[in-house]
Nanobody, 124 residues
Framework: QVQLVESGGGLVQAGDSLRLSCAAS????????VGWFRQAPGKERAFVAA????????YYADSVKGRFTITRDNSENTVYLQMNSLKPEDTAVYYC?????????????????WGQGTRVTVSS
């Protein structure tokens, strides 16, 4: 059993930075791949980034590559999403999820545990 809680969302201006956190509970958390997804109003939930259990393997959506960085600290049971050079198109509710898929698997069905989401709004 894994429980996930996102935090760190808010209202920022284009070009600003923001760091999201995903705090997890569960004794086997360190063995899971963790991904970030986002969903804007009227749009489907989309893959953002993923990180393997070791933290060595990462994978990013083309839309965020070079701007976002995913990291994890297994000793703290926390995964982070550092978002730089934010754009209005990044506005969405961001969710973290845990599963046992490799990072290149980008569908939500690859993840079995989900947080409740944190809202990010980027103004022009």
């Amino acid at each position: 059993q894994v429980q996930l809680v996102e935090s760190g969302g808010g209202l920022v201006q284009a070009g600003d930075s923001l760091r999201l956190s995903c705090a997890a509970s569960g004794r086997t958390f360190s063995s899971y791949t963790v991904g970030w997804f986002r969903q804007a109003p009227g749009k489907e939930r989309a893959f953002v980034a993923a990180i393997s259990w070791s933290g060595i393997n990462t994978y990013y959506a083309d839309s965020v590559k070079g701007r976002f960085t995913i990291t994890r600290d297994n000793s703290e049971n926390t995964v982070y999403l550092q978002m730089n050079s934010l754009k209005p198109e990044d506005t969405a509710v961001y969710y973290c999820a845990a599963g046992r898929a490799i990072v290149q698997r980008t569908t939500a069905y690859d993840y079995g545990y989900w947080g409740q989401g944190t809202r990010v709004t980027v103004s022009s």
